[in-house]
């Protein structure tokens, strides 16, 4: 079977099931949240495994109630979010399940022979790992897509070309780890000194969708002659335990939803650091915030030798008790839910407490909260 692909970045942008995803790329530069967007896997070998087809009650009514038991099962594995009323679904559509694992990867529900929906996690997207063995499925079981199936079909073929075009660009960097040659594909720019230092415009991942460890390049290596970051740093989806030789952060530092626990060596960043929803548990040589900072739901508990936050303090419900070398916030400070009283900020110069539900472009609460991701 042959998918359409024509005018597909257009029709992605403007579906209304694909809201949630480009409502992901937009916030993506700056919003420090758990990204919604199905990244292509970390897993270099996709796993085996096996159709398995539920049927809906007027193709096999005698075990409708069996049926239904087995489909709640098997869909509350990361899959749907939220409740599943498995009896309503299966009213009248019939369940295609790819199992890998013991565990759902694809699910397509068709009535009759039309494919009301095809997704691998609660986003409604299909990974696109899987995107051939659809395919293949549907074409050997004559299904036909709507077109709201199509188009998650155009779209993981999309990613699938894209995520395939990386690979064949940067083969031989990638076997090398030539740092360089990594970052200006993906449009960074580098400078490095007579001494092998490295300066980058920004760090990133590759885009919204593919990770570093999805294309086998390995971030510790990748960073590990950078000490100069002069735009963001956003290390969200980073499979960094440490920002390794860094030191300098020239714009905003976003640590939420990543793998980082130690900031080592970083001695200043000059915009907005968000800790929040973070594995941070150690500030390192951290001494200068230039903006607001953001420790919300982190695991750090000592400020240790930071001495200086230029806007606002967020601690609320953090686990801070120990401020350090702390002497200066340029802006409000909120601690609610906190181990902080107003006593232990008496010596420390700043504008007023604040009672702030949340950080400045922070989601709510349920919001930072992964629903289930496939990956």
């Known amino acids: 079977m042959r998918i359409n692909t024509f005018s597909i970045l257009t029709n992605y942008k403007n579906t209304n099931n694909n809201k949630a995803n480009i409502k992901s790329i937009n916030k993506l530069e700056y919003t420090p949240i758990t990204d919604t967007f199905t990244f292509r896997g970390d897993i270099a070998k996709q796993e085996e495994g096996e159709w398995k087809v539920i049927p809906c009650y007027d193709k096999d009514p005698e075990n409708y109630e069996a049926n239904a038991k087995q489909l709640k099962k098997i869909l509350k594995k990361r899959i749907y979010c939220g409740k ?11 369940y295609h399940i790819y199992m890998t694992g013991n565990k759902p990867a694809v699910v397509i529900a068709t ?17 696109d790992r899987y995107l051939d063995i659809v395919n293949q499925y549907i074409e050997n079981n004559k299904l036909k897509p709507s077109k709201n199936a199509e188009l998650t079909l155009e779209v993981s ?15 031989c960097a990638i076997r090398i780890q030539n740092a360089e040659k990594i970052f200006n594909y993906f449009n ?37 002659r950078v000490v100069t970051i002069e735009g963001d740093a956003d290390f969200r989806k980073s499979k960094l335990t440490s920002p390794g030789a860094v030191e300098y952060i020239g714009g905003n530092a976003i640590f939420s939803s990543s793998d980082i626990t130690n900031l080592d060596k970083i001695e200043v960043i000059e915009g907005d650091a968000y800790l929040n929803a973070s594995k941070v548990n150690d500030l390192g040589n951290l001494e200068f915030i230039g903006g607001n900072a953001n420790f919300r739901n982190s695991n750090i508990t000592s400020l240790k030798n930071l001495e200086h936050i230029g806007g606002n303090a967020f601690f609320r419900e953090s686990k801070v008790k120990d401020l350090g070398k702390l002497k200066y916030i ?15 900020f008496a010596n420390i110069k700043h504008k007023k407490e604040s009672t702030a539900e949340s950080f400045p472009n922070e989601p709510l609460e349920s919001e930072l909260l992964i629903c289930g991701e496939n990956d």
């Open 330 to 344: 340029g802006g409000e400070v909120t601690f609610i839910n906190s181990p902080l009283t107003k006593k232990d």
């Open 188 to 224: 960074i720019k580098t400078d490095t000194d007579r001494f092998g230092n490295m300066t980058i415009s920004e760090y990133k991942q590759p885009d919204s969708e593919i990770t570093y460890k999805a294309l086998g390049i390995d971030e510790n290596k990748l960073l590990s």
């Open 157 to 171: 073929k999309y990613r699938k070309d894209k995520y395939d075009k990386y690979k064949n660009d940067l083969k």
């Open 84 to 94: 599943i009323y498995p009896k309503t679904l299966l009213k009248t559509q019939t």
């Open 111 to 127: 009535e009759d022979d039309n494919i009301k929906d095809i997704r691998s996690n609660v986003n409604g997207d299909l990974n």
